[in-house]
């Protein structure tokens, strides 16, 4: 697919499966509920760039002016670099077909990339996107992003995992929480600002997190980015992006049309 857009322009407690598309064409009311307690923000759209509608988006991040982005379902998962610049696309690589994919991130000159129940992450040069190495990890994979010095990895529960980004091992986890109440189904995430920005499965909501103390400290409404028509053909919220030297991010979700360049103003 050739996109054509410029940037600049103005084993954890239960975690729900993620099935295979069917449960993903309907937004749910799952979202985190809230007493006001922390900033309710918005999603202000800036700009629309054209989005690859059979792209069952599960990991989205940029990095030196690339978009990548990771896809799901057995038999078509694959990751790929955009040019963000030009749009078009620079490279892709598919996952062996028994591998579902999941979230990824970019590691200096490396990317992660996760499964969701095969247990397997998958190392790969940037560059080129080849397959450098496989490790394997207890529980699902879902969301994947790069604090700077730890990998943060989601499996569908409360818990975000802490990871050594060259080994993988596991080097801590937290629990996330709002007003008290766990908050679960934390999905495709994205390090910014020295916070974790999680989607929530099921809802058209993002939560920003303090991964310190686990605690949400604002709640994003993403809901209304999609017309009617639109959202009917298509699957959830899921991708989230942060832009580098911007308060801005670019948001997408399974098998949509359309990227959204926002910004999180108040509600």
Aim: aromatic share 8%; with cysteine.
């Amino acid at each position: 697919m050739l996109l054509t857009f410029a940037l600049g322009v103005a084993c954890a407690p239960h975690v729900p499966a993620q099935r295979d598309g069917q449960d993903d064409r309907e937004q749910t009311d799952q979202g985190v509920r809230h007493s006001g307690s922390v900033p309710h923000l918005r999603a202000e759209v800036i700009n629309t760039l054209p989005h690859d509608r059979s792209s069952f988006t599960q990991g989205f991040e940029i990095a030196d002016g690339t978009l990548y982005e990771g896809t799901g379902k057995r038999g078509s998962s694959l990751l790929r670099a955009t040019d963000l610049t030009s749009g078009s696309v620079l490279t892709e690589a598919p996952l062996p077909a028994a591998f579902f994919g999941e979230g990824i991130t970019v590691t200096n000159d490396r990317i992660w990339q996760l499964t969701w129940e095969e247990g397997v992450a998958f190392e790969r040069d940037r560059r080129t996107l080849r397959e450098l190495r496989r490790v394997d990890y207890a529980g699902e994979g879902w969301g994947l992003c790069h604090d700077g010095s730890r990998l943060v990895m989601s499996d569908g529960s409360d818990r975000l995992t802490f990871r050594d980004p060259v080994s993988f091992e596991q080097v801590g986890s937290v629990r996330v929480a709002l007003d008290g109440r766990p908050v679960q189904e934390l999905n495709e995430l994205d390090c910014s600002g020295g916070s974790v920005w999680a989607n929530i499965w099921h809802s058209d909501q993002i939560v920003r997190i303090d991964p310190a103390t686990g605690q949400v400290t604002a709640v994003v409404d993403a809901s209304g980015l999609l017309s009617p028509e639109q959202q009917a053909r298509a699957g959830v919220l899921n991708g989230i992006a942060a832009v580098p030297g911007t308060d801005e991010f670019l948001l997408t979700g399974k098998n949509w049309p359309t990227i959204f360049r926002v910004r999180f103003a108040p509600a």
